[in-house]
């Protein structure tokens, strides 16, 4: 609250902020109810390609069913842990590995970005090359990652199969950051520059001053995205290699009970979601830290 008793403007649209995914939540859980009572048991079929679901209760569950099921235990043994413990570990086994990957990413991002826009040959030579980097397919990429991290010992060191999934993580993630910081390093005015020239700043100097806290709209939206890059990378390479431990293995593993249990599928596509809204919270914060320097987000 203000001093003058009336809510800040930032705290008005913080809230509308959450009211509007509050609101959207809801509406997916209306709409997904709703295919489910008045669509076609056998989906939509247009020219042989099925367009929309099939509305059984193994192929569409209720979402009670989904929810109930994270209360109950992952198997049938007296020892299995409820199903929201596994997936909680699961979740932090792969945001564990997911952040490494971002921070990683994020170093790499900012260093290419850093070089690219001190030297204009190197930013015709790199930037093709990052752009082009994006269009490898990431299921082939991570068995070679692997393959190849495996060939790798240095003394009592031993490439784990984690790090390459970290790593894989950190090829999706410093995409945007150098790209992202790129555009926010080269948005200072000219006549910024050119005052800074006329004052005989040098170049690190004008970075610090001028084109550092010029970035900070730009650089914003890139570290969320590479944070959803970073956690859909991890995912998605624990599949690929079979690493154990992490939302990825688990959802292979849990799709193969979905003909008996339905709603046991659903319960690591939960924490998939959570661990993306936890990283996304997670750049928020730094956001909120560089409060000062943000005049209005540009996306990457």
Same mark, same amino acid.
């Given at each position: 609250?203000?001093?003058?008793?009336?809510?800040?403007?930032?705290?008005?649209?913080?809230?509308?902020?959450?009211?509007?995914?509050?609101?959207?939540?809801?509406?997916?859980?209306?709409?997904?109810?709703?295919?489910?009572?008045?669509?076609?048991? !056998?989906?939509?079929?247009?020219?042989?390609?099925?367009?929309?679901?099939?509305?059984?209760?193994?192929?569409?569950?209720?979402?009670?069913?989904?929810?109930?099921?994270?209360?109950?235990?992952?198997?049938?043994?007296?020892?299995?842990?409820?199903?929201?413990?596994?997936?909680?570990?699961?979740?932090?086994?792969?945001?564990?590995?997911?952040?490494?990957?971002?921070?990683?990413?994020?170093?790499?991002?900012?260093?290419?970005?850093?070089?690219?826009?001190?030297?204009?040959?190197?930013?015709?030579?790199?930037?093709?090359?990052?752009? &082009?980097? /994006?269009?490898?397919?990431?299921?082939?990429?991570?068995?070679?990652?692997?393959?190849?991290?495996? /060939?790798?010992?240095?003394?009592?060191?031993?490439?784990? !199969?984690?790090? +390459?999934?970290? &790593?894989?993580?950190?090829?999706?993630?410093?995409?945007?950051?150098?790209?992202?910081? &790129?555009?926010?390093? !080269?948005?200072?005015?000219?006549?910024?520059?050119?005052?800074?020239?006329?004052?005989?700043?040098?170049?690190?100097?004008?970075?610090?001053?001028?084109?550092?806290?010029?970035?900070?709209?730009?650089?914003?939206?890139?570290?969320?995205?590479?944070?959803?890059?970073?956690?859909?990378?991890?995912?998605?390479?624990?599949?690929?290699?079979?690493?154990?431990? $992490?939302? $990825?293995?688990?959802?292979?593993?849990?799709?193969?009970?979905?003909? +008996?249990?339905?709603?046991?599928?659903?319960?690591?596509?939960?924490?998939?979601?959570?661990?993306?809204?936890?990283?996304?919270?997670?750049?928020? &914060?730094?956001?909120?830290?560089?409060?000062?320097?943000?005049?209005?987000?540009?996306?990457?």
């Amino acid at each position: 609250m203000s001093r003058s008793g009336r809510e800040s403007p930032h705290g008005s649209k913080t809230g509308q902020r959450f009211a509007l995914g509050a609101l959207g939540i809801l509406a997916l859980a209306a709409l997904w109810e709703l295919y489910k009572f008045a669509g076609p048991a !056998n989906g939509v079929v247009v020219g042989g390609i099925t367009i929309l679901p099939r509305t059984s209760d193994l192929a569409m569950p209720h979402l009670w069913t989904m929810f109930t099921r994270i209360f109950e235990p992952v198997t049938g043994a007296s020892t299995a842990l409820p199903m929201w413990l596994a997936v909680l570990q699961a979740c932090l086994f792969t945001l564990g590995i997911a952040a490494v990957g971002w921070l990683v990413g994020v170093t790499v991002g900012l260093a290419l970005a850093l070089v690219m826009q001190r030297f204009r040959l190197a930013e015709a030579g790199i930037l093709p090359w990052v752009i &082009l980097s /994006q269009t490898v397919p990431l299921i082939a990429l991570a068995p070679l990652v692997r393959r190849w991290g495996a /060939q790798i010992h240095v003394g009592e060191f031993t490439w784990e !199969n984690w790090m +390459s999934v970290a &790593l894989i993580a950190s090829y999706l993630a410093f995409f945007p950051v150098s790209v992202g910081a &790129l555009r926010g390093l !080269n948005a200072p005015e000219q006549a910024h520059e050119d005052l800074m020239h006329c004052y005989s700043v040098g170049w690190w100097k004008t970075l610090w001053r001028l084109r550092l806290p010029a970035s900070i709209g730009y650089l914003l939206p890139a570290l969320r995205l590479a944070a959803a890059s970073a956690v859909i990378g991890t995912v998605v390479a624990e599949v690929s290699i079979g690493l154990r431990g $992490g939302l $990825g293995r688990m959802i292979v593993e849990f799709a193969g009970a979905a003909g +008996s249990d339905p709603g046991k599928p659903w319960a690591p596509i939960f924490g998939s979601i959570l661990v993306g809204l936890v990283a996304a919270a997670f750049v928020a &914060l730094i956001g909120l830290f560089l409060g000062r320097f943000r005049r209005g987000e540009v996306a990457a």
